[in-house]
């Protein structure tokens, strides 16, 4: 497996490549130190995973997201020396798969990028019903799909897991620490924001209004509700 990481600072890419080598020996660490490289970098040689720095010399981490999220699905972990929240949802929207403070722990970001790569993992299929039907909705447990009046829905992994839990437990409130830890993990079970994000990532690719849901409640306080057919 190969990761890249894009700071512009050596240091950090290099305790992250003896971090990792000790610690996951299968593991390949790429480097990159600005903005331009790392794009060429993810061109290039496909990581499966990239640990990308917010301030970087010739463009902000944000741009180098977007311009990635342009022509690749590649798992983005984000790096900030700033524990600030709008920087956090900012870069949830823009595509990125998570977000660590520096400094930060070893142990604490690799178990982040084995969570992420662990959201890639789809839910197995349900034998009681290959499908779920909601209107123009179809979700289709075998294919790993939704599709919305016939047209297939393009959702990244972790925006499937979660329609996919709400479908399953369609009419039946799922309280948001709940959600975190089925899509996330249980170490995600505080982190509000994320839910916040994909479930509005995940309304506006099935046309859902929230003031006026066909699909997904809001419940105030508690948590979302995929409404029963």
């Not at 020996?25 to 970098?41: K, T």
């Amino acid at each position: 497996m190969r990761i890249l990481v894009v700071d512009d600072e050596p240091d950090v890419v290099e305790s992250v490549r003896l971090g990792f080598t000790l610690q996951w020996r299968e593991v390949d660490v790429l480097g990159a130190a600005a903005g331009e490289a790392a794009l060429d970098v993810v061109e290039r040689e496909h990581p499966d995973i990239v640990l990308l720095d917010v301030g970087l010399p010739d463009m902000d981490g944000f741009e180098v997201l977007r311009q990635i999220r342009a022509f690749s699905d590649v798992p983005i972990v984000m790096l900030t020396a700033r524990d600030d929240a709008m920087d956090k949802v900012k870069g949830l929207e823009l595509g990125a798969d998570d977000y660590v403070t520096k400094p930060f722990n070893h142990l604490e970001l690799m178990a982040r990028v084995r969570a992420v790569l662990r959201r890639l993992e789809m839910p197995a299929p349900s034998s009681r019903a290959p499908s779920f039907r909601s209107g123009d909705l179809e979700v289709d447990f075998a294919r790993h799909e939704a599709r919305l009046r016939g047209e297939r829905l393009d959702l990244t992994p972790t925006e499937y897991k979660l329609l996919y839990h709400l479908v399953r437990n369609a009419g039946h409130v799922l309280q948001h620490a709940t959600l975190l830890a089925k899509v996330w993990g249980r170490e995600y079970v505080d982190e509000v924001d994320y839910i916040r994000v994909y479930v509005r990532r995940l309304r506006d690719k099935l046309g859902d209004d929230p003031e006026a849901p066909r699909y997904i409640q809001t419940e105030r306080g508690l948590g979302y509700r995929f409404i029963a057919p």
